[in-house]
């Protein structure tokens, strides 16, 4: 069942209760009670082994919400590997988490982002972009002034104007291309927007910020943007737990949301673990991968104890 709107949740348990009527003996009415059960996620990728950054954010969704899933992020086929999917279900389980059955593995669902991909054609939202990062890059040279968004220097929308005719014969050389959102074209439809992180309150969505983000590619019809947007909706997951590292990415997810008449998380953003060098966790730290400490004769326990070390 869904609920549509900024306070969205999974309706999971509804029980009868039965009340007699104190006005009218003998007439009986049913009381149903909902349940609200808060759902969350851990959406790891199976580019690397875990390591503790991942267990501390695990066991956060995990004690957030009433209702925890696992979802693979996998869509990144150049880096992803099926062993270290089979080493996240190995490790998770080893440090005592459970979740429901089956997991989702975004590779799998690819359909369902066409779908989303589709729909933004469908609207006018999207254009090819054939520009290469070196066609880029000079673009930006060639500029007065470069603007840089979270993820760095903004797309100066050298494709956003090309003529159909233009457009059609690029595709049909077989030229590479990605499909850009027309932030100002999408902004425009959406309208004002707001997004709620348990940790920060109310946000004005400001996805402007990131200019004409890529939402697919040739070779990959789909996009981190557009697979978590989708995905968290499909799965009904009222709120979303991640780390602070992505709290900007979230004005797009809201904005992705509004386009596509999805359902609207919470979210909680929560702190990124360090090392006491300063510099966050990070999968190239072989050493404190779950699965080393496994091989050091680390228990659970002993691995939940470093993370009150790191937090």
Known sequence: MHRRGIHSFNLLSINDYTLTNPYDKGVTEYIKVVMIIETTRFAPSPSGYLHLGHAYSARFSAEQGQRFLLRIEDIDQGRCRPEFIDAIYDDLNWLGLSWEIPVRIQSQHMDDYQKAIDKLNSQGLLYPCFCTRKDIQAEVARSAHAPHGPDGLLYPGTCRNLTQSQSEDLLADGKAFALRLDMTKACQYAGPLHWVDHAHGKQQATP???????LARKDTPTSYHISVTVDDDLQDISLVTRGEDLFHASHIHRLLQALLGLNVPQYHH????????????AKRDKSLTIRS???????PQQVWDMLEDFR
């Open 270 to 281: 929560h702190a990124l673990l360090h090392g006491k060098d300063g510099k966050r966790f």
């Open 293 to 299: 400490l496994r091989n050091k004769d680390y228990s």
């Open 208 to 214: 402007e910020i990131f200019g004409d983000i890529v």
